[in-house]
């Protein structure tokens, strides 16, 4: 290896231009100085004096309340943004919740990542829609805490009582003797203040909301659209390489041999070496790392690379195989027994009717748009890390074990990242830039190509459902079976987000109900995606029950409410669990909005479809038109939703407009298939995305209520392939039972 | 190995010793140090990368360097009017609350500004025509319309018609 001197790195530190933002040295700061005041969990009331950190510069003019709110005598506030943002609009929506309680006026609001600690911060990760959600109460506490401290700075500075103050646009006042006072002067005296009891603080109503629910443009937003840095690829360390790494392209294979002193002589590679790894998929496995002095000469070194792989333990799943087997295995019998009420049996001998159908969804890739990245620097036993990770608790706890160190000793920062959909709950890249890095002795950044990205993700399991359900007299359902075919893990249980709850709708409206599961083998990565388990079950279950009620010659929207029943919580006590009064809301919502029931022109029709997941109710209608060579025209999707009170309503229809267009884009046109282990998609020719000339209108209506507000970055997304394909159906007559839709002819 | 000199928003940079093969791309984030050009995919099909040379839109993953020289270089950085004074796209950008995950952003505001530097008043199929080779993988689709007509609207000086707000 052509060694890197210190006087390359300085030169390096150089030549980097004044426009990159030296993260390092800003996030050291402020991580060395949070960490300081840790310990013991929530500390309060501690005021941190760092002149040379841009964050805490002139921190003697600065209350900090608490590890989310700094109040500065300059009239600004920092709230800190403890989750990683990945697109879902946490970095605003969260700060929003503080600002509300501690009445800040929006305009004089600084919103700074917090570092990663999550003995202070609690969870810090991003999936499951679970950020705002998990935050709610401490967020709300902690700017609430901290109006009051700066009331009661103020109360004792005008000798009143602080039940006669009242706050509003980041100031107190005290109308009876008209008086008012702005944070800012208050800040230096509320440092001073106990830091009140958070349990018995008052929290607002929201009828007194004044800032929640109203449409905020996102806080990166002046960033993002003048190309400041803030992404995980734009992380620049002094002295840094650059680096990329090739494994096989069948999970599970190994390095035999390759042409490593080929590869070292090109142009601007410095060294090239294999790494054996631990064989985890979600940490390191084996493969060949490149470092070069750019981006460019890393990458294309690569594809110069040859490789000689031992695939001894490769895979070598097939997905046209698979697909054989689930059919085999759907006329062969039942599978394993998930959940057996009533008399099944029974109730099909005795039905009126009864029907039958066979649903199949693919594997699919997350495809962020932003391909995996991570710098590192590990050195002296400590490694430092900046990288887009949706969990960089547990991207810490992986590096420590891989390079077999404290988790102490690893710094994650986290750095905006530009797309998760669930791909970046593993940490795989991050693991491998650590070791990257250990082994070359400098900071290295590590790209990940288009292609590797495609070909290295924990894909959205594919699955099968071979569905039945029995019709009465009456048109109602008597009875519903469900067997689900999937694939299992090493565990003997299905692969991750393979894996259906014996529960699942609709069998819990129902005496007479069986799910029944097989599991297929499968050595292939796999993993949460978007909505997990829901993005794949919606698609097979509301479209069946579309065609029962079809069968049954009843109106869907009603065939649904009839189910739901009365108006109840399915688990008492868990305010996350279905609510069937939410639940038919919602339906009857979209219903409205979208003319449901309307007669239509030829080759036109309305789908309807609802699904309930992450805590959120979602009913969403599709209004399409189907041309004689199947070609669809997308009129309109209409979504009516319940995750409790919006807290932005710009980003809550975003995400919801985001995730139908996700949905529509997946339904039609994407797939990856797999043969001989290998992926046969590569780039987005292969994998395309929906574009703009085919995004359709998605009007988005919201129910609000007073319920614990619940994430936005999923439940969207189930009905929407469901409702396109009941939709298609009443447009068509065709029922579509596989995805995607272009295997089938369908084009937009 | 060519050292050669681009002409980035108009400042002047020397470039040693790159591979002849270089994209611009690499040149611009790597070189350069200007990071808001993005990678998506190297291979022209997702626009992230997109950037002006003499004022038209190309994916700079898919164009060398060389072939740069001589040309103007604009970048996301490059199209504010200053550092108070944005492009009315940006502009346009934040008030819609256009971006999710933001990463392929810049990259649709530079083919949307290539676009009205042109016509200040595009169809809906002019918008399609324009920006179809920009992904967005959040699906920002809507906004993005939006926005274009907004500034658009602005730029023509004409304020009707912008699509309502946010
Ligand atoms: S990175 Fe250039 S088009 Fe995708
Ligand atoms: S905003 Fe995420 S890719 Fe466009």
Redesign the interface.
Known sequence: MNQTTAQDIINEMENISAGVLDLRVVDRRTFLKLTGITGTGLVLGYTIRDAASPVYAAADNQFTANEFVRVATDGKIYLYSKNPEVGQGIKTAVPMVIAEELDADWADVIVEQAPINEELYGRQSAGGSRSLTTAWDQVRKAGASARAMLISAAAKEWGVPASECRTEASSVFHDASNRRAGYASLAMKAAEEPVPDLDSLPLKKRSEYKLLGKRITGVDNRKIVTGQPLFGIDAVVPGMRYASYLKCPAAGGSVRSANLDEIKALPGVEDAFVIEGNNEPTELMPGIAIIANSTWAAISAKDKLKVDWDETHATRASWSDAQKNAKDAASKGQGEMLHDIGNVDEKFAEAEKSFEAYYEYPFLSHAPLEPQNTTAWVHDGKAEIWSPTQRPAQGAASVAGILGIDEKDVEVHQLRVGGGFGRRLMNDYMCEAAAISERAGVPVKLQWTREDDMAHDFYRVGGFHALKGAIDKEGKLSAWQDHFITFMGPNKKPVSGGDMRASEFPVDFFPNTRVTQTMLPLRVPTGPWRSPRSCGIAFAVQSFISELALEAGRDHVEFLLEMLGEPRWLEEGNIDAMNTGRAARVIKLAAEKAGWGKSMEKGRGLGLAFHFSHAGHFAEVADISVDDNKKLTINKITVAGDVGPIINLSGAENQCQGAVIDALSTTLGLQVSIENGRIQETNFHQYPILRMDKAPDVAVHFIESDARPTGLGEPALPPAAPAICNAIYAASGIRVRELPLTRHGFSV | ?PDIQLEVNGRNYDIKD??A???LL?VI???????????????G??G?CTVHLDGNPVRSCSVLATSAVGKKVT???GV?VDDNV?HP??EA???H??????????GQ?MSAAALLSKNTNPTDSD???A??G????????????RAIRTAAAKISGNTMGTGG??
Not at chain 2, 29 to 43: F, I, M
Not at chain 2, 136 to 141: I, K, P, Q
């Open positions: 190995m790159i591979a093969d270089t994209p690499w984030r790597d070189h350069v140090g200007l990071v808001g050009t993005k990678y998506g995919c190297g291979g099909y997702c992230a970048t996301i950085e504010a944005l796209l940006q950008w934040i008030e609350d256009v971006p999710q995950c933001g990463y392929c952003q810049a505001i918008i399609d025509a920006m179809s920009n992904l967005c993988r959040c699906a920002t689709y809507i906004r993005i319309r707000s946010v």
